[in-house]
């Protein structure tokens, strides 16, 4: 008598080929609307608190354990005109044996709360690259992160131009949203251009 054998097939886990950092979250009851309001209260907080109640420093030497200390880091006012940057998309333009192209999709949102759309090809960011190199001074370059490199021979395969486009958003927003380095001319003029 032939016995059968039932094989269940293997499951597989839908994230197995992922590279990224996978944090779950368990679901224990968090009450969403709560934490939403514990934030918009946490924020009006820190928006109220003024330099006048700043409590005095004591008068002895500086202590690493104080807990009046008030850092100004970052607290003024930057003179760059980005609030936030990102790459949405890319596109192919052109046939590739015609001189075909990538083009990012750069989405600008100034302090104004206006929203540039900067269709930039990777050349244009190696311009760009350039024209901070010769114009800011020699203190000031190693806050330029280095571009992502070329790839003549993956250039148009999908995986590729997603992972430059995610390292161009990085770099980007590194000098866009730099405080010294997003006001400076040569950046208008890229954002414009």
């Known amino acids: 008598m032939p016995t059968l054998v039932l094989s269940m097939p293997t499951p597989t ?9 996978l944090v779950v979250i368990p679901d224990d009851g968090i009450d969403v609307e709560a934490e ?3 934030y918009d209260e946490l924020c009006d907080d820190q928006v109220s608190i003024r330099p006048s109640t700043r409590p005095k420093s004591p008068q002895g030497p500086p202590s690493i354990f104080s807990r009046d200390i008030w850092l100004n880091d970052n607290s003024g006012t930057s003179l760059a ?7 949405a998309g890319w596109t192919s333009v052109g046939d590739k044996l015609g001189g075909a192209y990538v083009a990012y999709d750069c ?3 100034t302090k104004e ?3 540039i759309h900067a269709h930039k090809r990777y050349n244009d960011f190696v311009l760009l690259y350039d024209a901070l190199k010769h114009s800011l ?15 003549p021979f993956s250039r148009y395969r999908a995986a590729f131009v ?27 003029w890229w954002v414009m251009d």
């Open 81 to 87: 005109f980005a609030q936030n940057v990102h790459i």
């Open 162 to 188: 997603d992972r430059r486009r995610r390292q161009l958003q990085y770099w980007l927003s590194a000098v866009l949203l730099h405080p010294e380095i997003g006001a400076c001319q040569a950046v208008r």
């Open 113 to 115: 709360g206006t929203i």
């Open 13 to 21: 886990h839908p994230f197995r080929n992922t590279e990224s950092l």
């Open 137 to 151: 001074p020699k203190h000031q370059h190693h806050f330029i992160p280095a571009l992502p490199p070329k790839s």
């Open 107 to 109: 989405v600008i949102h």
């Open 36 to 38: 939403a309001r514990l």
